[in-house]
């Protein structure tokens, strides 16, 4: 199993490189790519979401924090 992300930050990177990502979610990993302030919890779910979706690792315990 993959290691999970323990960065947000990281994992919207990631998935900014997903080539079947949408504009809609392109939008907002570009968003939170370089965004310092610790993600609400609607941002960190749908970020779950997303890395689920396209194959990603999870995002780590605690990950939603930076």
Known sequence: MA???NRFSDAAR???AVESLSEKEGQFCGGL???????SDK???WLR??????GLPALAEGGAHG
Do not use: G
């Open 33 to 39: 790519a370089y965004r310092a302030a610790p993600l």
């Open 3 to 5: 290691k999970p992300f």
């Open 14 to 16: 990631a998935l900014l």
């Open 49 to 54: 979401i997303l890395l689920d979706r396209h």
């Open 43 to 45: 941002q960190a779910n």
